[in-house]
């Protein structure tokens, strides 16, 4: 396949032509502030969909990401205000990591244990994990969050005023989403585990008739997910410094999801790229935070990111349909 | 003489499932080089025979020796271990994958490697590729090859893993002529090295000259074994079927057969150029020729798959529509696919819907449908057709390959046409079946049907086919009448 016809390209030209479109229609458009807002903006996001690229390569889906991270986030709250509240955020991160790995080894028994499809599992999931935390753990907001988070959410990696004097800054948070993106690519690309993630993707009978473990590897990677959930799960709260079991955090799912199709993984598995989801990433955080800055309706973004999914995941799909049969 | 001890003997080796006895007191050995064919039909225990090798079976009775030494079980790792490998006819790829790292991948699983060196994946692959004697882009994805190549990424991912027993299952069914001489010449460089090798096979004649010895199973048992000097595609198929399926040709076309096909001038570009030839009633035309030698394109123009640009085709002095399938069912062409399985069936719905759908049409009563009608039309072609099924509402799927063609030819027989378009009608089908196949053919032609098969398959021209066309690059170059052509002949031709 040509670089021309590669999700990426397509994904990184609309990005480009948006900027363009977007200086030229605002002059601060093109600014250090709204890089640090979009850059920001996408921490969150950012991890959820490198967790769901691992889960897509290994050819499966997972829609319980964010769900999973809510739960996480509000009962690691819970657990540290209750019985640590003096407890440092690195720990607490660990706490939520954990509880987010717990609830990815629910969905790993469901499909690596049972063998069930991991679009139906996850669909029950997404509903179970937060019906129960809102029914079972709490459902009240908390918005004094332990000092931990408090202290974490005022790290900032950048911070610098404009000329007009408003101030910019970006988190420490933002180091999360690229150690997560290095530790990722490390486990894809550099160890046979990962090799055995994109086998499985490729061809499950294969994998198996090779002698790929194949039920333990599907269920490492939804631990894996459900880590990652949790993580970004506890930065969501401490960025917002607020943990809300009724977090909005939730419809997010879709545009993970978006991204990570944008960035050009198939949903049939075996393919998908970090650089990819990445700028589908950024380009769903552009499209949802530029056009409220460019005072576009609100109801645009909807029509936007749905254009592009189906031009994104499309075109190379129509394209790649004509090469072949330009060769059959 | 360690060189001629068995590298896998099996003794009086018995294996029954649910009271079917799919092995009985089969004794089977080969040495190292040695290359040996397991022939036998469906059902004949050729699978499980397989199965016991790559250690998926264990045998109800009986010894399995490797290297000389009885062993208490296998599994697969124990097998793969002692060096077997199974190439599975889908191959068994990543097809996401890099060729390097399909090759190297049992390899490096076996190492117990935790870490992905990508060094040392391409090293192994180069050296392996070596070994074969072929020259590939290491780092292309798998998906993107032809079949002979994944073909060949197979075989190296056998030998990167330490095989010693090559153990490969239909192995020249998707494969050219000319793919399958390459094929041989990498077999004898293997045996050279002291690799065994198994052919599991309906189509057996292609792999004989480079067997020493040709097992032939038959409801469980050994009914033939011997050199492979002493057979041939004939005594093969004795063998097999346990009858004489002796292929004399089609019977004479009748002297006044009126013509009921013509085509003139059709031509598409990049697939086939000014073809022109007539069809008889009663007559079956042979088209052959390499794959991409535009036989397949042409098949589907006749029948509106593919649209040319230029040409016309005449049915009883009518034009025929070109490039809408509709219009040429309408008009009596009927066309039966090369891969029946996914383009010709719906596999998973029943026998006889699949039949029937082709008739919805015809039993229309105002805006309802006449299904008993339906039904009983599609079940006398079955019958017909002498179509195996328990069970008429049967998924397709639980059919064999010979009966899953029948099926489709029952779909199309339904809709009478004049002439009938055969892309590859025995492909993938043990030699029982096709013999029958053949039949069939004959007995439509007797009907009156004008009948077109294109085939690679030579042997199965020279039976069924009053004239046979060769295909090279997109235009026929020769047209030689059935009795007088021959297998070496047409070959020749084929590669010119």
């Known amino acids: ?328 | 003489m360690a060189d001629d001890a068995p590298l896998v003997e099996m003794t009086g080796v018995t294996k029954t499932y649910a009271g079917i006895t799919a092995l009985d007191d089969v004794d089977f050995l080969i040495r190292p080089g040695e290359a040996v064919c397991l022939a036998g039909e469906n059902g004949s225990g050729k699978s499980t025979l397989i199965k016991l090798l790559a250690g998926v079976e264990w045998p109800d009775r009986g010894v399995i020796a490797l290297d000389g030494l009885a062993q208490a079980a296998m599994t697969p790792t124990t097998a793969a271990a002692a060096g077997i490998a199974v190439i599975f006819q889908d191959f068994s790829l990543f097809p996401n994958l890099s060729v390097a790292e399909n090759i190297a991948f049992g390899a490096e699983l076996a190492e117990g490697a935790r870490f992905y060196r990508g060094r040392r994946v391409r090293e192994i692959a180069k050296r392996t590729l070596e070994r074969v004697g072929v020259l590939m882009d290491l780092s292309a994805p798998v998906e993107t090859l032809p079949v002979a190549h994944k073909q060949l990424v197979a075989i190296g991912r056998a030998l990167a893993s330490n095989a010693r027993l090559i153990v490969m299952d239909e192995p020249t069914t998707a494969l050219t002529e000319r793919e399958v001489r390459a094929l041989l010449g990498i077999i004898r460089r293997l045996k050279a090295d002291g690799v065994a090798v198994i052919f599991v096979s309906h189509k057996l004649a292609e792999v004989l000259e480079v067997s020493e010895r040709v097992v032939v199973l038959r409801n469980g048992r050994v009914v033939a074994e011997g050199p492979a000097s002493g057979f041939d595609a004939r005594s093969l198929t004795r063998h097999m079927t346990g009858r004489d399926l002796a292929e004399t040709g089609p019977a004479p076309l009748l002297a006044g057969a009126p013509v009921l096909l013509k085509v003139e001038g059709l031509s598409k570009a990049g697939a086939f150029h000014g073809v022109d030839f007539t069809l008889r009633g009663g007559e079956v035309l042979g088209i052959s020729g390499l794959l991409g030698s535009g036989r397949t394109a042409l098949a589907k123009a006749l029948f509106g798959l593919v649209t040319p640009e230029a040409g016309r085709v005449v049915l009883d002095g009518r034009d025929v529509p070109l490039g809408d399938p509709l219009r040429a069912a309408e008009a009596g062409i009927g066309y039966v696919p090369e891969d029946r399985l996914t383009e010709g069936l719906f596999l998973t719905q029943s026998i006889l819907r699949n039949v029937a759908v082709g008739r919805v049409a015809s039993h229309a009563r105002g805006p309802f449908l006449d299904l008993g009608g339906l039904a009983a039309e599609a079940r006398d072609w079955l019958a017909r057709l002498r179509v195996k099924a328990p069970d008429a509402e049967a998924p397709v799927r639980s059919l064999s390959g010979g009966n899953q063609q029948r099926v489709v030819l029952a779909r199309w027989l339904a809709r009478a046409p004049r002439v009938l378009v055969l892309n590859g009608p025995s492909v993938g089908v043990d030699v029982g079946s096709k013999a029958e196949i053949h039949a069939i053919i004959a007995d439509l032609a007797a009907q009156g049907l004008g009948v077109i098969v294109i085939s690679d398959d030579l042997p199965e021209l020279l039976a069924t086919c009053h004239r046979i066309l060769v295909m090279v690059e997109g235009r026929i170059v020769e047209d030689i009448a059935g009795a007088e052509a021959t297998e070496e002949g047409l070959a020749r031709r084929l590669a010119s």
Do not use: K
């Not at chain 1, 198939?266 to 790229?273: A, D």
């Open chain 1, 1 to 328: 396949m040509s670089w021309l016809s590669r999700n990426e390209t397509l994904v990184a030209g609309v990005i480009l032509a948006f900027c363009v479109v977007g200086a030229a229609l605002d002059p601060n458009f093109l600014s250090i502030p709204t890089l640090m807002d979009l850059l920001r903006a996408g921490i969150v996001l950012g991890i959820l969909a490198v967790g769901v690229l691992v889960v897509l390569i290994s050819g499966g889906i997972d829609v319980s990401t964010t769900s999973l991270a809510i739960v996480a986030l509000y009962v690691t709250t819970l657990l540290v205000q209750g019985l640590a509240p003096e407890m440092g955020w690195p720990a607490a991160f660990l706490v939520a990591v954990a509880v987010g790995a717990a609830l990815g080894a629910v969905n790993g028994v469901f499909i690596a244990g049972l063998g069930l499809p991991t679009l139906i599992v996850t669909l029950g999931t997404l509903s179970l994990f937060r019906g129960f935390l809102l029914t079972f753990v709490g459902d009240d907001l908390i918005s004094n969050l332990p000092r931990g988070l408090r202290d974490f959410s005022r790290a900032m990696m950048i911070r610098g005023e404009n000329a007009d004097g408003s101030f910019y800054s970006l988190p420490w948070a933002f180091a999360f989403l690229v150690g997560v993106v290095a530790l990722t690519w490390a486990l894809l690309y550099r160890t046979m585990l990962g090799r055995q993630v994109f086998a499985i993707g490729g061809s499950m009978e294969s994998a198996r008739r090779i002698g790929i473990p194949v039920r333990r590897v599907q269920f490492l990677v939804f631990v894996y997910v459900g880590a990652l959930g949790g993580l970004a799960g506890i930065i969501h709260a401490a960025l917002a410094r607020v943990a809300n079991p009724q977090d909005l955090l939730l419809n997010q799912q879709l545009s993970v999801l978006a991204a990570v199709v944008l960035g050009g993984a198939r949903l049939e598995g075996g393919t998908g790229t970090l650089t990819g989801t990445l700028l589908g990433v950024a380009l769903i955080v552009l499209v949802s935070n530029s056009l409220i800055v460019l005072g576009i309706p609100n109801t645009f973004q909807s029509i936007a990111i749905g254009l592009l999914i189906l031009l994104g995941t499309g075109l190379p799909a129509w394209q790649a349909r004509r090469t072949q049969r330009r060769a059959a």
